[in-house]
């Protein structure tokens, strides 16, 4: 496994991290969730991502009990606040109140001091930033986390956040979770650039576009059974059409060629981006996670990202 710096920071995560969306605390079993994340650590892959969100917080109960057997600082931890977690006006956006109260409840969930990474899951237009990032700020000073982060906020709010932080001495946003694989490149455009400037890594989710890069899904074909398509997740349909399919299939051709698997040569793509610093995926089962992590330090020829792009453009 090959590490990289997150940002500008001096911390380092593994090319490859394992989330638990969709599958820790309701989807996957809790016994064969943690025998992958176990796998996963084994294979050297040292960055754990969850949120208080997933499964209404069952999904961090789930990894505070797989990594109970770890050294507490042999990994990196992260978790999230901003969806609701209740039907209160108060349980769910950035408010100093619900920030402070979700950091406290995912600690006792995970059973740890700290986390190393605390996302704003999504940007909250109702809460002033200045007050988002003095409750962040907060939890920083107080020890409870080490490192501040966002997930699908525009370059514009990333930008604007890092001002309020520089102008008010307040802990600097220093990574940031998009969706981002072949199929879905909007961050290219404005985000890496602003991200770039400003030292923010990204940490990049869905980079097999929900399974569909995998290969595992084919034109006028039936899905296979129990695939994330068979269920009631609507968010991957949008991967599912017959052109994406067909560039799936193209891919499939250039990765056997190169003798690797075809999420393997999604994900090695990924990681071409210098500005990514882990690839977040998902995995029920122990060889999953081991086929995704040997994606890790593959490097892409320039030909071969050539032949790619013209796929894909």
Avoid at 21 to 41: F, M, N, P, Q, R
Avoid at 108 to 117: A, E, G, M, P, T
Avoid at 192 to 218: C, D, F, M, N, R
Wanted: net charge negative; glycine share 6%; charged share 25%.
């Amino acid at each position: 496994m090959k590490y990289r710096r997150l940002g500008k920071t001096g911390l380092k995560v593994s090319e490859i991290s394992l989330g638990s969306w969709l599958t820790y605390g309701g989807y996957v079993e809790s016994d064969a969730a943690i025998k992958t994340i176990h796998h996963a650590y084994d294979l050297g892959i040292n960055f754990f991502d969850t949120a208080n969100v997933y499964m209404q917080g069952e999904a961090e109960k789930v990894v505070g009990k797989a990594i109970k057997s770890f050294k507490r600082d042999s990994i990196v931890l992260a978790t999230k606040v901003f969806w609701p977690m209740g039907e209160g006006p108060n349980d769910r956006g950035l408010s100093r109140k619900h920030i402070i109260e979700q950091a406290n409840a995912s600690l006792k969930r995970l059973d740890v001091d700290y986390v190393d990474i605390y996302y704003a899951h999504r940007y909250d237009p109702e809460t002033p930033l200045e007050e988002t990032l003095r409750a962040f700020d907060d939890l920083v000073r107080q020890g409870k986390v080490l490192y501040v982060g966002v997930s699908e906020w525009t370059a514009e709010q990333i930008t604007e956040a890092i001002h309020i932080a520089d102008k008010k001495l307040l802990d600097r946003i220093v990574v940031n979770q998009p969706q981002y694989n072949l199929l879905q490149r909007k961050i290219e455009k404005e985000i890496i650039p602003v991200s770039e400037k400003h030292g923010v890594g990204q940490v990049v989710w869905s980079p097999l576009a929900q399974g569909v890069l995998t290969g595992k899904y084919k034109k006028d074909a039936a899905y296979p059974s129990g695939s994330r398509a068979t269920t009631d997740n609507k968010t991957i349909q949008y991967f599912l059409t017959e052109e994406k399919l067909g560039k799936v299939e193209e891919l499939t051709i250039i990765a056997d060629e190169l003798n690797i698997s075809t999420s393997q040569l999604a994900l090695a793509w990924v990681l071409r981006q210098p500005n990514v610093a882990s690839a977040l995926v998902g995995a029920s089962r122990p060889e999953q996670i081991e086929e995704n992590a040997k994606a890790s330090g593959i490097v892409l020829q320039d030909e071969i990202l050539e032949k790619i792009e013209e796929i894909f453009k």
